[in-house]
C-alpha cells in the first residue's frame, strides 16, 4: 500500500475513532433469526464492552433481546427472540453502549430452521473442497461466512423430478460480497450455476428440478474471490416461492387485493391489509405444501390500481387509464412495448413515476409520450441512480399515449413495473441527517433537517412522533424561506433512560384545499468504506445495496437517552466568517461539575475540514482541551490552499472520558469561507445627474485578520470614466475617487464590476464586487414631466 493511502486511512480511522469512537458493528452471525424462536447472535466490532441494550426496526413487542452476554473478545451474544408473528424480512439492528448508539446492521428474519457452516462451529474443520462438502438435510437455511479465496461447499439428496428452490441472502445485508452459486453432481460435473438475480442486488432467488436422483453439491465463493471475516450469508434450500416481484406491488389500506406472480403464474393470492397500515413493507407468500415463505416489497398507496391489458404493444391496443393511477405492466418478452392512453385536457399537468428496483424488479424502464399521430413529445431514462421520473403538460385537449419499455430491451417473467401517475400538485419530502442519537437527560443534541418543497413555498411545521413525554423537538419549523434547519432534540430530567424509537415529520399547508405531510427519511450507515464523507464526517460510501435499505429503518430514527452529562459546552459565535488563507476565532462557553477531573477534547467536523478521498482537509479547526469550566474558550480555523468559499454547517463534538463512560456532546455553527476582501462602493448605491462630478468611495471590505493593500480594476464605461487602477494602502479602508458623469448618458442603474488582488498571507488572490450609480433624469426633464 502506498504510504499516502496507508496514512490517509490511519488519518480517517483516528479522527473516527476519536470523538465518533461510539460502538461499531463489523459483523453479525448468524445474520438470520428465526421466527418464534430465540437464536444466539454473536456481534463483532469495537467499542462493545459497555453494551446494555439492542435496539432493531421493529417494535421490542416482535423482536427483542432476552439477555446480552460480553465475551473475553469485547464482543457481544445476543439471545434474540422473535415473536411467532413478526414479518419476515430485512431489518435493523443497533447495540447500544454507555457511550451511546453503533452503527445499524442488516439481520434477516426466516421461517426455515437454520444449520450453521460446520467450519464455524469445529476447530480444523472446512468445506473448501469438494471431497469435505457438509451434509445438510433439506429443506434448510445455512448460514456461513464467506471469508478471503472462501469456496463452501454443501452436499444434499435430490429425488428425481424433485424441484427446489434456492436463495442466497448475502449483498442484501449491506456487505460488499457478489455470491456464485453452482451446482455439482456426485462425480463433480458441473449442472448449473447462478450468478446475481437483479432487483436482489447480487444476491439469487431461484428453482431447479433435478433430472436424476442422487447426492448433489452446492458451491458457493464470491465472484471475484474476495472475502471478509465478516461476509455473513445465508443459503435457503427447500420448497417455497421464487417469485421476486407481484403485480399489482401497491395496495390501498383495508381493501381485498389478489397479487399475481409473474415468476409463478398460478398462484394468484388474495391479500387485505389493516386500514392502519402505511408505507412500504415485506409480504411473507407461502403456498399450501411450502416448506417456507419467500418475502417481497409491496406499498400502501390511495391512488387506485390500474392493470395492463395484453396486447397493447401498439398504439390502437393501447390500454386505457386514468389519471391519476399506478399503472402497473409485465414486459414479459424482449423488446415488449407497452403503450397505455390517457385523455387529457389542454394545460392538464401530470407528473409520472416509474419504480422497478425499489419492488424487486430488474427492469430499466424508459418512459415516452406521444401524440395520437405517433409523434415523440417527451423521453426519459433514469434519473441518477433512480428510475425514470418527469412531468408533462398537455398542450390541447386529446388522447396522449404512455409508453413503456425496458432500454435495453430486455424481458422476462420478473420484468415487471409500476408508474405512478399523479395531477401535478405541490409535493413536500423531509430528509434527516441522523439516524441515531445519544442524549444526555436535561439536555439536548442538535437534529439537521432538510425539507424539499415542489410547487409552493409556505412554511413547513416539524413535529416528532413516537417521543415520550419530555422529549421536544426544539427550533422545528422551518419559513417559507428556508429548507434546512438544526433542529433541538431535547430530553428533559423526566425522561428515563433507555432506547426509543422516534420519527420526525412535516405538515404544511400548500393551500385552503391541500395539507401536505412527510415523514424524515435517513440514510444510515450499515458498513464502512474508508471513502467518501457522512454528515458529521464518517468515512464511508453508500454502495448500491445501501441505497435501497428497508423503510422500516429508514423512516426511524433511534435515540439512546442516558444519565445526565456532567458537562455541557455552547457556541457563543455560531456564524463564523473565515477569510479564505487566513484564520479567524470562534468562541466556545464550558461549563462542568465540580467533580468532573477528566479533560474535555474538541474535534470539529464536515465539509471543507474533512478528507476527501485522498484530498487533506482545507480547513483545519483548533480547539484546545478543557478541564474545568471555562468561559470564552478561544477556538481557531485556519483556511489552506485551495480552500472552496461556501457556506456549510461545521459539526463540533466535544468528548469526554469518565470512568464508567464517554460522554458526546454535539453542537453546530455556520461557517462561511470567502475571500479576504472584496471592494464595492461603501454605500449600495451612487446618485447623480448627467453632467456631474460624482464622488464615491470605494471600499476593500477587509474581513479581519486581512488588512493588506488591494488593487482594484474597475470596470470602464465611457460615459462613467473611473481611473484604470485604484489602490487601497495597507490599513485604510476606502479611497475616495471622482467620476465626471456624461452630460448624454441615459437615465438609469449602472452596475460596475470592480475587480481587485491583493497578497493573502503568500497567496495571490482576486475578488469582485460592484459600484452601483442611478442615473437620475436631469432637473428640466423632471420639470418637464
Same mark, same amino acid.
Given at each position: 500500500?502506498?504510504?499516502r493511502?496507508?496514512?490517509?486511512?490511519v488519518?480517517?480511522?483516528l479522527?473516527?475513532s476519536?470523538c465518533?469512537g461510539q460502538a461499531?458493528i463489523?459483523?453479525?452471525f448468524?445474520?438470520?433469526?428465526?421466527r418464534g424462536?430465540?437464536?444466539r447472535v454473536?456481534?463483532?466490532?469495537?467499542?462493545?464492552?459497555?453494551t446494555h441494550?439492542?435496539?432493531?426496526s421493529l417494535p421490542?413487542?416482535v423482536?427483542k433481546?432476552?439477555?446480552?452476554?460480553?465475551?473475553?473478545?469485547?464482543n457481544v451474544?445476543a439471545?434474540i427472540?422473535?415473536?411467532s408473528?413478526?414479518?419476515l424480512?430485512i431489518?435493523?439492528l443497533r447495540l447500544a453502549?454507555?457511550d451511546g448508539?453503533?452503527n445499524?446492521?442488516?439481520?434477516?428474519?426466516d421461517?426455515?430452521p437454520?444449520?450453521n457452516?460446520?467450519?464455524?462451529?469445529?476447530?480444523d474443520?472446512?468445506?473448501n473442497?469438494?471431497a469435505?462438502?457438509q451434509?445438510?438435510?433439506?429443506?434448510?437455511?445455512i448460514?456461513?461466512v464467506?471469508r478471503?479465496?472462501?469456496?463452501?461447499?454443501?452436499?444434499?439428496q435430490?429425488d428425481k423430478?424433485?424441484?427446489?428452490?434456492?436463495?442466497?441472502?448475502?449483498?442484501?445485508?449491506g456487505?460488499g460480497?457478489d455470491?456464485?452459486?453452482?451446482?455439482?453432481d =456426485? +462425480?463433480?460435473r458441473? %449442472?448449473?450455476?447462478?450468478?446475481?438475480? $437483479? /432487483?436482489?442486488? *447480487?444476491?439469487?432467488?431461484?428453482q431447479?428440478?433435478?433430472?436424476?436422483a442422487g447426492?448433489?453439491t452446492i458451491?458457493?465463493?464470491?465472484?471475484r474471490?474476495q472475502?471478509?471475516d465478516?461476509w455473513?450469508y445465508?443459503?435457503?434450500?427447500g420448497?417455497?416461492p421464487?417469485?421476486?416481484?407481484?403485480?399489482?406491488?401497491?395496495?390501498?389500506?383495508?381493501?381485498?387485493?389478489t397479487?399475481?406472480f409473474p415468476q409463478l403464474p =398460478? +398462484?394468484?393470492?388474495a %391479500?387485505?391489509?389493516?386500514?392502519?397500515? $402505511? /408505507?412500504?413493507f *415485506?409480504?411473507?407468500?407461502?403456498?399450501?405444501?411450502?416448506?417456507?415463505?419467500s418475502?417481497l416489497p409491496?406499498?400502501?398507496?390511495?391512488?387506485?390500481?390500474?392493470?395492463?391489458?395484453?396486447p397493447?404493444?401498439k398504439?390502437?391496443q393501447a390500454t386505457?387509464t386514468t389519471?391519476?393511477?399506478n399503472v402497473?405492466?409485465?414486459l414479459?418478452s424482449?423488446n415488449?412495448?407497452?403503450?397505455?392512453?390517457?385523455?387529457?385536457?389542454?394545460g392538464?399537468a401530470?407528473s409520472?413515476?416509474a419504480?422497478t428496483?425499489e419492488?424487486?424488479s430488474p427492469?430499466d424502464?424508459?418512459?415516452?409520450i406521444?401524440?395520437?399521430?405517433?409523434k415523440?413529445?417527451?423521453?426519459?431514462d433514469?434519473?441518477?441512480f433512480?428510475d425514470?421520473?418527469?412531468e408533462?403538460?398537455?398542450?390541447e385537449?386529446?388522447?396522449y399515449?404512455?409508453?413503456?419499455?425496458?432500454?435495453?430491451q430486455?424481458?422476462g417473467?420478473?420484468?415487471v413495473?409500476?408508474i405512478?401517475?399523479?395531477?401535478l400538485q405541490?409535493?413536500?419530502?423531509?430528509?434527516?441527517?441522523?439516524?441515531?442519537?445519544?442524549?444526555?437527560?436535561d439536555?439536548w443534541?442538535?437534529?439537521p433537517?432538510s425539507?424539499?418543497?415542489?410547487?409552493?413555498?409556505?412554511p413547513?411545521?416539524?413535529a416528532?412522533?413516537?417521543?415520550?413525554?419530555?422529549m421536544t423537538?426544539?427550533?422545528?419549523?422551518l419559513?417559507?424561506d428556508?429548507?434546512?434547519?438544526?433542529?433541538r432534540?431535547?430530553?428533559?430530567?423526566?425522561?428515563?433512560?433507555?432506547l426509543?424509537?422516534i420519527?420526525v415529520?412535516a405538515?404544511?399547508?400548500?393551500?385552503?384545499?391541500?395539507t401536505?405531510?412527510a415523514?424524515?427519511t435517513?440514510h444510515?450507515?450499515?458498513d464502512?468504506?474508508?471513502?467518501?464523507?457522512?454528515?458529521?464526517g464518517?468515512?464511508?460510501?453508500?454502495?448500491?445495496?445501501q441505497?435501497r435499505?428497508p423503510?422500516?429503518?429508514t423512516?426511524?430514527?433511534?435515540?439512546?437517552v442516558?444519565p445526565p452529562?456532567p458537562?455541557?459546552?455552547?457556541?457563543a459565535?455560531?456564524?463564523v466568517?473565515?477569510p479564505?488563507?487566513?484564520s479567524?476565532?470562534f468562541q466556545?462557553?464550558?461549563?462542568?461539575d465540580?467533580?468532573?477531573?477528566q479533560p474535555?477534547?474538541f474535534e470539529?467536523?464536515?465539509g471543507?475540514?474533512?478528507?476527501?478521498n485522498l484530498?487533506e482537509?482545507?480547513v483545519?479547526?483548533?480547539i484546545?482541551e478543557?478541564?474545568?469550566?471555562?468561559i470564552?474558550?478561544?477556538?481557531?480555523?485556519?483556511?489552506?490552499?485551495?480552500?472552496?468559499?461556501l457556506q456549510?454547517?461545521?459539526?463540533?463534538?466535544?468528548t469526554a472520558?469518565l470512568?464508567?463512560?464517554?460522554v458526546?456532546l454535539?453542537?453546530?455553527?455556520?461557517?462561511?469561507?470567502?475571500e479576504?476582501?472584496?471592494p464595492?462602493?461603501a454605500e449600495?448605491k451612487?446618485?447623480?445627474?448627467?453632467g456631474e462630478?460624482?464622488t464615491v468611495?470605494?471600499?476593500?471590505h477587509?474581513l479581519?485578520?486581512?488588512?493588506?493593500?488591494v488593487?482594484?480594476?474597475p470596470?470602464?464605461h465611457?460615459?462613467l470614466?473611473?481611473?484604470?487602477?485604484?489602490?487601497i494602502?495597507?490599513?485604510?479602508?476606502s479611497?475616495?475617487?471622482k467620476?465626471p458623469?456624461?452630460?448624454?448618458?441615459?437615465?438609469?442603474s449602472?452596475?460596475?464590476?470592480?475587480t481587485?488582488?491583493?497578497r493573502?498571507?503568500?497567496?495571490?488572490?482576486?475578488?469582485?464586487?460592484?459600484?452601483?450609480?442611478?442615473i437620475?433624469p436631469?432637473a428640466?426633464?423632471?420639470?418637464?414631466?
Open positions: 500500500m502506498p504510504l493511502v496507508f496514512l490517509a486511512c488519518v480517517l480511522s479522527g473516527c476519536r465518533y461499531f463489523e459483523g453479525v448468524p445474520p438470520v433469526v428465526e424462536a430465540t437464536t454473536e456481534l463483532v466490532g469495537n467499542e462493545l464492552e459497555t441494550s439492542l435496539w432493531t421490542a413487542k423482536v433481546a432476552a439477555r446480552l452476554i460480553k465475551d473475553k473478545e469485547g451474544l439471545d427472540e422473535v415473536s408473528d413478526a414479518p424480512g431489518y435493523g453502549t454507555k448508539l453503533s445499524v446492521h442488516l439481520f434477516a428474519i421461517d426455515l437454520t444449520t457452516e460446520r467450519e464455524l462451529e469445529l476447530e474443520a472446512s468445506n473442497r469438494l469435505d462438502a451434509p445438510i438435510e433439506l429443506p434448510r437455511s448460514v456461513g464467506c478471503m479465496s472462501d469456496i463452501d461447499h454443501f452436499s444434499f435430490a423430478g424433485q424441484l427446489l428452490s434456492f436463495e442466497v441472502v448475502a449483498s442484501r445485508l456487505k460480497f455470491p456464485v452459486l453452482t451446482i455439482l =456426485d +462425480s463433480g458441473y %449442472v448449473m450455476d447462478r450468478d446475481n438475480d $437483479v /432487483g436482489l442486488f *447480487f444476491d439469487s432467488r431461484f431447479f428440478r433435478f433430472k436424476k447426492r448433489y458451491r458457493l465463493h464470491d465472484a474471490y472475502g471478509s465478516h455473513g445465508m443459503l435457503r434450500i420448497r417455497f421464487i417469485a421476486r416481484v407481484a403485480i399489482p406491488s401497491t395496495l390501498p389500506a383495508g381493501n381485498n387485493v397479487l399475481s =398460478d +398462484s394468484p393470492t %391479500v387485505q391489509l389493516p386500514k392502519t397500515a $402505511v /408505507g412500504t *415485506f409480504f411473507d407468500f407461502r403456498r399450501p405444501g411450502d416448506d417456507a415463505s418475502w409491496l406499498t400502501v398507496s390511495n391512488l387506485p390500481n390500474s392493470m395492463e391489458s395484453e397493447n404493444d398504439l390502437p386505457t389519471v391519476p393511477a402497473h405492466g409485465h414479459g424482449a415488449d412495448w407497452d403503450w397505455y392512453q390517457l385523455d387529457l385536457k389542454k392538464q401530470i409520472l413515476r419504480a428496483r419492488m424487486g427492469a424502464v424508459e418512459l415516452a406521444y401524440d395520437a399521430s405517433e415523440l413529445l417527451k423521453q426519459v433514469d434519473v441518477g433512480e425514470a421520473r418527469f408533462f403538460s398537455a398542450p385537449d386529446g388522447p399515449y404512455l409508453v413503456v419499455r425496458d432500454v435495453v430486455h424481458g417473467p420478473a420484468y413495473y409500476r405512478e401517475i399523479r395531477e405541490a409535493e413536500l419530502q423531509l430528509t434527516s441527517e441522523i439516524g441515531r442519537m445519544a442524549v444526555p437527560q439536555n443534541q442538535p437534529l433537517i425539507v424539499k418543497r415542489q410547487r409552493f413555498s409556505g413547513v411545521e416539524l416528532l412522533l413516537g417521543a415520550p413525554e419530555g423537538l426544539e427550533l422545528g419549523n419559513p417559507a428556508k429548507n434546512t434547519t438544526v433542529s432534540l431535547h430530553v428533559r430530567s423526566s425522561v428515563p433512560a433507555g426509543y424509537t420519527q415529520t405538515s404544511a399547508q400548500a393551500s385552503p384545499e391541500l401536505l405531510t415523514v424524515a435517513t444510515p450507515l450499515v464502512k468504506v474508508p471513502t467518501g464523507r457522512g454528515p458529521h464518517e468515512p464511508f460510501e453508500l454502495r448500491e445495496d441505497r435499505l423503510q422500516s429503518l423512516n426511524r430514527i433511534a435515540v439512546l442516558t452529562s458537562y455541557n459546552f455552547e457556541i459565535t455560531p456564524e466568517a473565515l479564505r488563507y487566513l479567524t476565532e466556545l462557553n464550558v461549563t462542568s465540580d467533580g468532573l477531573q474535555i477534547v470539529a467536523r464536515g471543507e475540514l474533512e478528507w476527501d484530498r482537509p482545507r483545519i479547526a483548533t484546545p478543557v478541564t474545568g469550566s471555562q470564552g474558550l478561544i477556538a481557531t480555523l485556519r483556511s489552506k490552499v485551495n480552500t472552496a468559499t456549510q454547517r461545521v459539526t463540533v463534538t466535544a472520558q470512568p464508567d463512560r464517554v458526546h454535539t453542537r453546530t455553527l455556520q461557517l462561511t469561507i470567502q479576504a476582501f472584496r464595492a462602493g449600495d451612487y446618485e447623480a445627474v448627467p462630478v460624482l468611495r470605494v471600499d476593500a477587509r479581519a485578520p486581512f488588512g493588506g493593500e488593487r482594484i480594476a470596470q470602464q465611457e460615459q470614466p473611473m481611473p484604470m487602477s485604484i489602490v494602502p495597507e490599513g485604510q479602508s479611497v475616495e475617487i467620476i458623469v456624461a452630460a448624454d448618458i441615459k437615465p438609469g449602472y452596475s460596475l464590476t470592480m481587485g488582488s491583493a493573502v498571507a503568500k497567496f495571490n488572490e482576486q475578488a469582485a464586487g460592484k459600484l452601483v450609480i442611478e437620475k436631469p428640466a426633464d423632471k420639470e418637464a414631466q
